[in-house]
């Protein structure tokens, strides 16, 4: 049976002493070990994506050694936190929190929707490599929530715009029209879908919900504005 121990370990202990006394070091550029990602809490997790998107909104994102990164992580990765995002070109998990490698497990997925493979990611991201926070992403202008209200059919991505429907349904009654030219109903709806996907990830796995319930584990669902690179979590 596979265990975190077959996930980690090893390696990635240079810098171990830049991350003892604090969670996070905002001006370090140190990936964390396996001893400091088990001290973490899901908030502090969350603190820290918050604390991310802010350095990347006013421009003091880190300047870190990223090949130092990769022999730091070469041995074991320790990240804190998943985020399960749009495949949009315009929302990269790592640039919009200041995250660099080891520091985050990233899913994109057209609509961020939470399909079977990506739950099966996320079993894997938190049980066996002990992340604490699970983050849906979704985003503002959303071209796979605008496929999905105007009914767009288009080979294998016909089943995946299905994931989005229940988030259109649930806005049956909104004012104007439901098409994608409408756009705070395509806004309502991606919203919607984001809280629905991070709803659906506790509800599709027994796994995630068992860590949710043990507090080792916050999910939590999350909108980003492709005007601003603002994110804004939604409690
Ligand atoms: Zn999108």
């Known amino acids: 049976m596979l265990s975190r121990r077959h996930f980690c370990c090893a390696g990635a202990l240079a810098g171990t002493t830049m991350f003892f006394g604090r969670a996070f070091a905002a001006d370090s550029c140190t990936t964390l070990t396996r001893e400091r990602q088990a001290a973490l809490s899901p908030d502090d997790a969350l603190t820290e994506l918050r604390a991310g998107n802010e350095r990347f909104l006013t421009q003091n994102m880190r300047n870190c050694d990223l090949l130092g990164q990769v022999r730091a992580t070469a041995g074991g990765q320790y990240p804190f936190a998943l985020v399960i995002g749009c495949i949009d070109s315009r ?81 049956g009654n909104a004012p104007g029209e439901h098409n994608s030219k409408n756009k705070d109903f395509v806004q309502q709806v991606a919203t919607t879908n984001a809280r629905l996907a991070a709803q659906s990830l506790q509800q599709d796995s027994q796994i995630l919900r068992d860590l949710v319930t043990q507090g080792e584990l916050k999910i939590v669902a999350a909108m980003h504005d492709v005007t601003s690179g603002r994110i804004t979590f939604l409690q």
Do not use: M, W, Y
Not at 114 to 119: C, G, I, L, S, Y
Not at 125 to 137: F, N, S
């Open 91 to 171: 929302v990269p998990p790592e640039l919009v929190f200041d995250q660099r490698i080891g520091d985050i497990f990233s899913a994109r997925i057209a609509g961020n929707v939470a399909e079977d493979d990506v739950v099966g990611s996320a079993e894997f991201a938190t049980k066996l490599a002990g992340a604490r926070l699970i983050v849906v992403l979704g985003h503002s202008e959303c071209g796979a929530v605008k496929g999905a209200i105007d009914g767009v059919t288009l080979g294998k991505l016909t089943h995946l715009l299905q994931r989005i429907k229940p988030a259109i349904e649930a806005h």
